[in-house]
Structures are given as C-alpha cells and as structure tokens.
C-alpha cells in the first residue's frame, strides 16, 4: 500500500479559458514537479487531449486518469472520471450530441486547441465548450455509469457553477459518493451549513486552466498496485465505495 497524491481536475488549452500553455506535456510535467503521482484531465465537455495527456503522463511517471468537467443543463459543473480511454471517449461521443453548439470567440475564451501526443496542434474545436449541455443533474450519475465512471459535483464552495449556490444545498438524490471543494479550508464550514455533507466523503482539486494554478501535493489516497493499470483500477474501487482513503 503507498500513498498516491493526487489532482482530479486540471484543463488543458482545450478548455475555454484554459491557457495555452496548459499542453499535455507541460501538464504532466508540472504536476510531477508539484509531487503529484496521479493526476485527471478534466477538460470542459470534451476528452479530445486526453489521448495525448495520457502519453505525457507516462513519460513524466505519472499515472493518468480520463475525465471530463461536464457542464449540465442546469449549468452545474460536474467531474467525470473514468478507468479508461475507450470510456471516456465513449462517453464524449455522447455528450457530443447533447451539447449547444455555439461557435466560440477565440479573443474572449482562446483558441480551444486539440493535441497530440507531443504538443503539436492538430485542430481546434470550433464551437464553444463550456456552455450548458441538456444533460441534467438528475440523470448525470446513472449516464456516467453506463460508461462505466463515476462523476461528483465540482467545486461546491464556488458560486460559479457550483452545485449548492445553483440548487440552494446539495442533493441527497440524485446520490453522488463525492463532493469536491477547491478550498479546503472552506470544508467545515460547508458541513456544518449542509447537513447531507457532513459525513460525505470529499476531494480537494485545483481547477487549474494555468500552470501556476496546480498545487503542491497533499491529498491522496492509499492504493495497492504494482502497474498502472492495477493502480487505476484500484483507485476506481475507493471511488466507487465513496471511499476517499
């Protein structure tokens, strides 16, 4: 058992907003020089640089996770991990359909660029990523299931498309075994104020969509393993407990 430091919620320079500096490599390698060991792309409605974050990571050492920062109807953000490649871009094929395509303005929200594996850019999304989707909260967790993820509310203690300052509290249906808070600090706080949190299991990621966004390594969680595969796989079973240790 060893101790794995982790980020879940990190944007590349697909992400609106998302510098462009934020490239695959310049991802992994920021976060194994901040001591992470396990660390989620989780771009705004698309898995499109995953592909080549994953191939960054494992020349930096470090162990990728798939995700994805959907955006609901409601305009709640919600993180969406999975245990593999395929999933997650199963899963963006279906968010594809269900997204608002609104051509994006690259002098407000930057280019949206597409990578490959060494940083060269190989397009760009036309249409802007971070606008709502008509997949609603309600139906979030059972559709991230059937790729076979798991998804909790991002960045709770933000009023920016934060799920309590949407919705006025956080939901005891639809279930999430997660809450994530940018803050830690703010942790407390939210749990005396929201009772269906106070024994709910949380992570603290950065949302970084700059390098100088990621943190030093603190949280993590205690995994078995000897591959990446194994760790990964591992992780996904505390994730699917609502387990975050």
């Known amino acids: 058992m060893s101790r794995y430091f982790y980020d879940f919620h990190i944007h590349s320079c697909l992400s609106p907003c998302g510098d462009n500096d934020m ?22 409605n698309s898995v499109l640089n995953t592909p080549a974050f994953f191939e960054a990571a494992r020349r930096n050492s470090l162990i990728p996770v798939a995700g994805m920062e959907l955006t609901t109807a409601e305009d709640i953000h919600i993180v969406c991990l ?8 199963e899963f963006g094929e279906e968010v594809g359909k269900r997204r608002t395509l609104i051509r994006n303005r690259t002098e407000i929200f ?12 190989t397009g760009s999304e036309e249409f802007l990523l971070s606008n ?10 059972e559709l991230v299931e059937r790729y076979g993820g798991i998804c909790y509310p991002a960045h ?4 920016a498309n934060g799920i309590i300052a949407t919705l006025g509290t956080f939901p005891e249906n639809p279930f ?3 809450a994530e808070f940018n803050d830690e600090a703010n ?7 929201y009772p269906v949190l106070a024994e709910k299991p949380v992570l603290v990621s950065s ?12 949280h993590y969680f205690e995994l078995e393993g000897e591959s990446e595969t194994e760790i990964r796989k591992n992780l996904f079973i505390k994730l699917r407990a609502g387990l975050n240790k």
């Open 23 to 44: 490239t695959p490599n310049n991802i992994a390698g920021m976060a194994k020089l901040c001591g992470l060991n396990i660390a989620a792309l989780t771009d705004h």
């Open 207 to 218: 949302d970084a969509h700059y390098l100088e966004n990621m943190r030093d390594a603190k």
């Open 82 to 89: 999975f245990e593999t490649l395929r999933q997650a871009s």
């Open 176 to 178: 999430f075994g997660f």
């Open 156 to 159: 709770v203690d933000r009023e």
């Open 110 to 121: 930057g280019e949206q660029l597409i990578l490959d594996g060494n940083d060269e850019i």
């Open 187 to 193: 942790i407390e706080e939210y749990r005396k104020k």
């Open 132 to 141: 709502a989707t008509s997949i609603t909260v309600d139906e979030t967790p």
